[in-house]
């Protein structure tokens, strides 16, 4: 069954930290993967998506992915308080996208 | 770019009876879109994979004839809850592929609220 875990948290960080999201996943096979970012009562917003080992920039943010370790990660520099939301990781298998559960992240003023 | 709109944004109704929501992709053409569930503080789960004039691929568990998709057009899926009950009250989010994209990419709706009392 392919599963992609994340750690409910919440998360907790001060403005002007970085926050960092971490992500695991199940199958090999998959071979994109992706960022959303839900405010509570709203419809995921796409972040960003990384498909290549390594790290992929845009703006403040930064996916990391190692596939050996079957590890994605999300790093928000200069955290604000309106980064504070769930953040979904999502991987994506034969057009489909299996997400995780989530990850509350909390930045505080 | 790559828009999609729902409607309604929310409705309630009396058990027994049937809601459909539309799903649009307001600027950019879908071959494919993709009907979620998102109940309290649970993530996303997929229902449907719907493609534009063809039959629509259910997950396991998901009653095909209680949950209705059509896609005829390459801009418009829906989907009928059927003889709804309170137990199918959720969050209900569509989401659609660009038929120009490579990748997985997909871009969600805003999401209708289903209240069925």
């Known amino acids: 069954q392919k599963e992609v875990e994340q750690n409910s948290g919440p998360l907790s960080v001060p403005e002007g930290a970085i926050a960092s999201l971490n992500c695991t996943y199940s199958?090999?096979?998959?071979?994109?993967f992706f960022w959303y970012r839900q405010y509570s009562g709203k419809s995921p917003e796409l972040i960003m998506f990384?498909?290549?080992?390594g790290d992929k920039e845009d703006g403040r943010f930064t996916a990391q992915l190692n596939k050996a370790s079957q590890y994605v990660s999300l790093l928000i520099r200069d955290s604000q308080p309106s980064d504070s939301a769930t953040y979904l990781c999502?991987?994506?298998?034969?057009?489909?996208?299996?997400f995780g559960t989530g990850t509350r992240l909390l930045v505080s003023p | 770019g790559a828009v999609v709109s729902q409607h309604p944004s929310w409705v309630i109704c009396k058990s027994g009876t049937s809601v459909k929501i539309e799903c649009r992709s307001l600027?950019?053409?879908?071959?494919?879109m993709f009907w979620y569930r998102q109940f309290p503080k649970q993530s996303l789960m997929l229902m449907a994979t719907?493609?534009?004039?063809?039959?629509?691929?259910?997950e396991q568990g998901v009653e095909k004839d209680k949950f209705l998709i059509n896609h005829a057009s390459l801009t418009l899926s829906t989907l009928t809850v059927t003889s709804a009950h309170p137990e199918d009250s959720s969050f209900y989010i569509c989401?659609?592929?660009?038929?120009?994209?490579?990748?997985?990419?997909?871009?969600f709706g805003p999401g209708t609220r289903l209240l069925v009392l």
């Open positions: 719907s493609n534009e004039g063809s039959k629509a691929t259910y």
């Open positions: 199958d090999r096979g998959s071979q994109s």
């Open positions: 600027d950019f053409q879908a071959t494919t």
């Open positions: 999502a991987g994506g298998f034969f057009q489909k996208l299996v």
């Open positions: 989401s659609a592929r660009d038929r120009l994209g490579t990748q997985e990419t997909q871009y």
């Open positions: 990384i498909y290549s080992n």
